[in-house]
């Protein structure tokens, strides 16, 4: 049973805290690539941004484990982001776009992936601090949900960028996703 919730809170995590995050990628996903093998260069550089970020995560998780006011401090953090993310997302609509990329492009892609996704997940660091530091989660199991997470949310966006890209209120959405993570983290349920 701690496998599979480990898992399942590692996922859930990763998409409460990633729909900001793909607010901000749908835009910049929609306006530089408009084939399928654009879009899945540019989630290549996405998974190696998250990779990354589980990294950094996980070396401050150890560094501040001991810590004993870690909770209260990541729970006003969250909320400041919570904060944040109630400013709508500026979208940008870009011209000439190629039809097919060449490598060169595709490589670019990749490179853009990586840097939107790792911006945009700085925030997520945060989140995965108390998931990391929690001695009853299991940690592979924890970090292959954040993984799964991830799958979906770039299939999702792969498939259906035009389409999300017309969700109103996604920013109130983030806040109140933002805030009830906080609130878990606050009162020692996550």
């Known amino acids: 049973m701690l496998l599979l919730k480990s898992f399942v809170i590692g996922f859930f995590i990763k998409s409460a805290a990633s729909f900001d995050d793909t607010v901000t990628k749908i835009p910049v996903i929609t306006s530089i690539t408009r084939t399928r093998e654009g879009k899945i260069a540019f989630a290549v550089g996405n998974l190696g941004a998250v990779a990354l970020v589980v990294v950094i995560a996980s070396a401050i998780s150890a ?5 004993g006011l870690l ?33 060169l492009k595709l490589l670019s892609l990749i490179g853009i992936g990586f840097v939107v996704a790792f911006v945009s997940l700085i925030d997520d660091a945060v989140l995965f601090i108390p998931l990391f530091a929690n001695e009853a989660v299991s940690y592979p199991l924890a970090v292959a949900g954040i993984f799964g997470s991830t799958l979906l949310d770039l299939i999702i966006v792969i498939l259906f960028a035009e389409k999300l890209e017309r969700i109103k209120y996604s920013h109130v959405i983030s806040f109140l996703i933002l805030t009830a993570i906080a609130i878990l983290i606050l009162t020692g349920i996550l």
């Open 63 to 67: 560094l501040l484990s001991d810590f």
């Open 71 to 103: 909770r209260y401090i990541l729970a006003g953090l969250i909320f400041l982001l919570a904060l944040n993310a109630l400013r709508p997302a500026r979208r940008h609509k870009y011209k000439n776009k190629p039809k097919h990329p060449s490598g």
